[in-house]
Every structure is written in structure tokens, then in C-alpha cells.
């Protein structure tokens, strides 16, 4: 679980939580001793314990597209 958590460091994400409507949505920085942690536009620093995350998704980035 851990190897798979490290492939979205430095990437923001939408991540699920067990029992909860709503998500987390930030930049995941770290991952260490069962925890994650999660820098968020609105709420500063999130830590969310793996074993209650449910799913985790990469938020798109738009780009421009070349014509």
C-alpha cells in the first residue's frame, strides 16, 4: 500500500474517506507510518490514517492545447 501511496506524492489528488460524504482534495506530500499527509488550498495540512482512505484519484490538470 505504501509503494502504491508513494507513486502520488507531488501530485494533487481527490482522496475518499471511509464513512465520510465528502473528500479530501490537495497536493499529497508525504506518506510515512501509516499516515498521509496532504497539503490543501483551503485548510492548510491534512493528515488522513491509510486505513480509512477508500480511493484515491489524481485531479485533472487542465492545459492549454496547441493549435
Known amino acids: 500500500m505504501y509503494e502504491l501511496l508513494k507513486r502520488f506524492i507531488g501530485k494533487k489528488c481527490n482522496i475518499s474517506i471511509m464513512n465520510s460524504n465528502s ?3 490537495g497536493t499529497i ?3 510515512q507510518d501509516n499516515w498521509v499527509i496532504v497539503d490543501t488550498d483551503n ?3 491534512d493528515a488522513v490514517n491509510i486505513d480509512y482512505i477508500t480511493q484515491i484519484s489524481e485531479w485533472p490538470t ?3 492545447k496547441k493549435k
Do not use: M, S
Request: aromatic share 0%.
Open 23 to 25: 473528500g479530501i482534495l
Open 29 to 31: 506530500t508525504e506518506v
Open 43 to 45: 485548510n492548510g495540512t
Open 62 to 64: 487542465k492545459e492549454k
